[in-house]
């Protein structure tokens, strides 16, 4: 069997579009030589940097597109502009007529959701698609969802996420049998809303042969890594995940105003610059950037905006490992085995093949 994994690019997607997306692709491709790639996008400006970058040779195809997504469009103008024609939707339908085994856009996050809900359409028995990321923590990494895909939620949709959360753990993390932890503002069982309590009986009560239930997790547990997998809802996810970045940001900022301050500070920075090198390589956005939308007939990746080659890089590294292990059949097994989905799930199917 082939080992080839072909992933869809939207090559005009991002604050810098072809100029970080190319590059990115050829950083990728050299770490995984079986990736090859479909570029969408404005040929005119793709292929001269295909063409520069001898790590792509016989690895992309390109295809022409005339319509890109600008960062502020509004998704549902996004989709009624670009449905059918934009290199953002083209790069999804490449996952969604096979051509593809997953796609990953650095564009507007809105219209890649919206977009990507409509050509691929959600898994039977889930409710909504979730963003989930991957978090630095001092133990390694955690995945965290939903990072910003809905706000609000209920105990449904909550299990949902515990069961792709830990699918996707299971792929990146390697890990046979992930914890699972609910955010809330306390570890206590009377804590919390509602929907995280009611959350956390089935999940109690299911018994999931595929995962862990830790129980409630605090925020000073995230970058502990207490559990390997985070789940909250999309307003409280996104905000955590925006607080992050702030904050490594502004450690950056007082570390390198400090070691500049005074002679002595200087030279103690020469003395410790290794140690300052693997904090700042381990504070690095680019090396975790990559949120998998996680509940959909198909694998998309959303890369950050603004980041660089290497960051896009990392987005496309998630992509392969995503489709090279099979993420759908993952999610899918582990939903089936957990009885607190496994109704819903069903009753999807039924309503589905109804439809037809």
């Not at 030589?33 to 005119?44: K, M, N, S, V, Y």
């Not at 996050?109 to 923590?137: D, Q, V």
């Not at 020469?270 to 007939?297: D, T």
């Not at 080659?309 to 993420?327: N, T």
Request: aromatic share 4%.
């Amino acid at each position: 069997m082939s080992n080839r994994v072909c992933i869809s690019l939207d090559a005009m997607g991002g604050d810098h579009g072809p100029t970080t997306v190319v590059p990115g692709a050829a950083i990728a491709r050299e770490r995984h030589p079986e990736l090859h790639f479909i570029l969408f996008g404005d040929e005119a400006v793709v292929r001269p940097l295909v063409e520069a970058e001898p790590r792509l040779k016989g690895a992309v195809e390109i295809r022409h597109t005339t319509v890109a997504v600008a960062m502020d469009d509004k998704p549902s103008q996004a989709v009624r502009q670009g449905r059918g024609k934009s290199s953002m939707w083209r790069a999804i339908q490449a996952v969604r007529d096979g051509e593809a085994q997953a796609a990953v856009s650095a564009g507007n996050t809105g219209a890649l959701m919206a977009m990507s809900k409509i050509c691929l359409k959600t898994m039977a028995g889930i409710e909504r698609p979730a963003i989930a990321c991957l978090w630095p923590t001092v133990r390694g990494e955690s995945v965290v969802l939903d990072v910003g895909a809905t706000i609000g939620t209920d105990a449904e949709h909550l299990v949902e996420m515990a069961v792709m959360g830990s699918a996707m753990a299971r792929i990146v993390l390697d890990v046979e049998r992930p914890t699972v932890g609910l955010l809330n503002v306390g570890t206590e069982e009377m804590k919390g809303n509602e929907a995280v309590k009611e959350a956390a009986r089935l999940l109690r009560e299911s018994e999931p042969a595929n995962f862990t239930y830790h129980g409630f997790v605090e925020g000073t547990d995230l970058g502990r890594g207490t559990t390997d997998v985070v789940v909250t809802e999309g307003f409280t996810g996104n905000i955590a995940l925006k607080t992050a970045e702030g904050t490594a940001k502004q450690i950056a900022s007082y570390l390198k105003a400090a070691m500049g301050r005074t002679l002595s500070a200087k030279i103690g920075y020469l003395f410790a610059r290794q140690a300052f090198a693997a904090l700042r390589e381990k504070m690095n956005p680019s090396r975790a950037n990559g949120g998998v939308f996680l509940g959909l007939e198909g694998i998309v990746i959303k890369s950050h905006g603004s980041e660089n080659a290497q960051g896009f890089a990392a987005a496309v590294d998630l992509a392969h490992d995503m489709a090279r292990h099979d993420l759908m059949r993952t999610i899918r097994d582990m939903l089936e085995q957990t009885p607190a989905v496994a109704a819903g799930m069903s009753a999807g199917l039924d309503a589905s093949l109804a439809q037809k």
